[in-house]
């Protein structure tokens, strides 16, 4: 009688325990229900910002190539502006090469406000405060003097914004912009050659070229695309 009521509770208590036992040897059956421990705890998903944004840095250039975009527009309608000025103005070297000036940057702006309209950006509709004022001060002037200003204010124009257009190319996130901008700085390469030869043919002595500044990693790394041809 002892016996088999032994043999009873042992066999009640093997049925108890064999679903935590079986769980501990086959990983497929899911363990019992309860608190998790931190080991235990699963990723909920992204823990980062750099995770949920992907690739690091990306969404901060796309910004870049806007507000870029935006400058570049506004700095156009100066290059037009100006030239125009001093097409009605200048000496006659001086209105042949403003007016070579004029159509170029026209035909760019042309370019980059379709580029600005595919990345969402709303072209400049006016030149800079600075840029107004330049325009201000030349259009006060008449004869060499004029000449002089103009050239050198469009000199030193060239010389920064082909060290800008080289620094976007090399960044860009967007492919059709890069195109632009490195056919846009091949054009003011260019026209400053076209300066230089003006300026020794009317006696006028340009700015010196000024020292390029560090690149950024990002732009050292990556060299600019070749333009559409």
């Not at 066999?11 to 363990?31: E, H, K, T, W």
């Not at 405060?129 to 008449?142: F, I, P, T």
């Not at 060239?158 to 846009?184: C, I, M, N, R, W």
């Amino acid at each position: 009688m002892n016996n088999n009521r032994w043999i009873a509770m042992v066999g009640v208590a093997l049925v108890l325990l064999s679903p935590v036992l079986v769980a501990q040897i086959d990983p497929n059956i899911p363990p019992p229900a309860g608190p998790l421990t931190n080991e235990a705890q699963p990723s909920a998903g992204p823990t980062s910002l750099r995770e949920t944004l992907g690739a690091p840095g990306q969404m901060g250039q796309q910004m870049a190539d806007k507000a870029f975009v935006r400058t570049a527009t506004e700095d156009g309608i100066a290059d037009v502006k100006l030239g125009q000025l001093a097409v009605q103005k200048g000496g006659v070297d001086i209105k042949t090469l403003a007016q070579k000036l004029v159509d170029d940057h026209t035909a760019i702006n042309k370019e980059i406000a379709t580029v600005a309209d595919s990345l969402g950006v709303v072209p400049a509709k006016s030149m800079s405060k600075s840029d107004q004022a330049e325009y201000e001060k030349v259009n006060g002037l008449s004869g060499k003097d004029f000449d002089t200003e103009y050239l050198t204010f469009i000199t030193k124009a060239h010389y920064q914004k082909t060290h800008d257009f080289y620094l976007e190319a090399s960044v860009a996130s967007d492919p059709g912009l890069a195109a632009e901008v490195v056919k846009a700085m091949q054009t003011m390469r260019a026209h400053l050659g076209m300066i230089t030869q003006v300026a020794a043919q009317d006696g006028i002595t340009l700015p010196p070229r000024p020292p390029r500044p560090a690149r950024p990693a990002a732009a050292a790394s990556t060299p600019p695309p070749a333009a559409k041809k």
